[in-house]
């Protein structure tokens, strides 16, 4: 069976854990212990050589990094989560780059500092609020034609985005998502999924 070694607190864990629900593959979810420092000791880095989460095996097949995993989660299950049509996919990936390499990182910022408790210098966050605003006014002009991030149906897209949406929520960048009308009804809609609750530990 599937493996997944995580913590369920874990945003790219989440992202995992969500893509496993999302196409109702079986599982076991192993839990790697932050308070006991399990993400630096030599069994996880054997399976994740930069000491994070998550790790995956299926039956001998190793991998880290969270958005292949959930890639190869989804592919394996011939899932949904991809579009099989060249543009329809590239639309995917476009939207999964966007979160990689503009979204993610700013809004860790908030959430370092307030969920985390790991301080930030007052002009990270001001510089991490203007980058969020930006990817968020972006997305708006994307979900104001759509009802999700690629098009009509729900894709990896959403999935890679939404950790980070709902831990940031319970931070000060809750008040730029707030200022983006068809942001704020996309992650209405997304984070009222069934299996998003099932992948957070709330069902």
Partial sequence: MLKI????????????????????????????????????????????????????????????ESRAMSRYVNDRANGKLLPADPKARATVEQWISVETSEFSGQVMKFIYQYVFGRA????????????????????????????????????LADI?????????????????????APVMEWWKKVSSLATWAKATGKA
């Fill in 5 to 64: 070694y995580g913590h369920p607190a874990s945003t790219c864990t989440r992202k995992v854990l969500m893509t496993l629900a999302e196409t109702n593959t079986p599982n076991e979810f192993v839990v790697v212990d932050f308070a006991k420092g399990e993400h630096k000791m030599d069994a996880n880095l054997a399976r994740q050589p930069f000491g994070r989460v998550p790790a995956l095996d299926d039956d001998g097949f190793q991998m880290f």
């Fill in 120 to 155: 930030q210098e007052p002009g990270v966050l001001e510089a991490a609020s203007k980058a969020v605003d930006q990817v968020c006014t972006i997305m708006d002009k994307q979900l104001a034609k759509t009802p999700y991030l690629a098009g009509a149906d729900f894709t």
């Fill in 160 to 180: 890679c985005f939404m950790p980070y949406f709902e831990y940031a929520m319970n931070t000060p960048a809750k008040e730029v998502f707030e200022k983006h």
